[in-house]
């Protein structure tokens, strides 16, 4: 576990373990402008959040993406997700092909068309916060054709072209 500010946070699942116990964290008062109170209120109710919860994790995001060049946060099903600048991948996802190309980053800026530094950039995340990317993961491997059949009804399963040659 991370010394720190906020202890356990993890994007991939909601904000569910960020720790505000008063050993591990302080208390810092800001002031907004009315217009951005409401909005991070707004945000806060969307969540299910307190807007002091919301405010420490718009804080955290923040201090993340001034630390790793390409990476931002979104709202996914799953909850917030560290994702790359520009694509539709989450960090975690961008570590699967990492993983399946024998942790080649040249290999998997080939195969997604983009500069090594980009993948370089999601390989830096994942090492700096591995428990977040690993639940991901292992969220990720968990799910199979049977509970996405219930997510999507008309999902169909599909063999690769190496199997069907088989």
């Known amino acids: 576990m991370r010394s720190g500010v906020l202890c356990s946070y993890n994007a991939y699942n909601s904000y569910n373990k960020i720790s505000m116990s008063t050993d591990n964290s302080m208390v810092i008062s800001m002031r ?3 217009a951005s109170g409401k909005r991070l209120k707004r ?3 969307r969540h299910g959040w307190t807007p002091s919860d919301a405010s420490a994790r718009l ?3 923040g201090l993340r993406r001034s630390e790793f060049a390409f ?3 979104r709202d996914s099903p799953v909850g917030r997700q560290a994702c790359m ?3 539709t991948l ?3 996802e961008v570590m699967l092909l990492f993983r399946s190309y024998k942790q080649d980053a040249g290999a998997v800026a080939t195969h ?3 500069p090594e530094a980009k993948v370089q950039a999601a390989v830096n995340y994942a090492e700096a916060f591995p428990e977040e990317i690993q ?3 292992a969220e990720n491997d968990a799910a199979d054709f049977k509970s996405l059949k219930r997510m999507l009804p008309l999902a169909t399963e599909a063999a690769s072209r190496k199997a069907a040659k088989r």
């Open 71 to 73: 990476i931002d946060f």
């Open 43 to 45: 945000m806060a109710n």
């Open 85 to 87: 600048q520009g694509s």
């Open 135 to 137: 639940e991901a993961i």
């Open 90 to 92: 989450a960090v975690w």
């Open 32 to 34: 907004l402008p009315v």
């Open 59 to 61: 804080v955290e995001e």
């Open 112 to 114: 997604l068309r983009w």
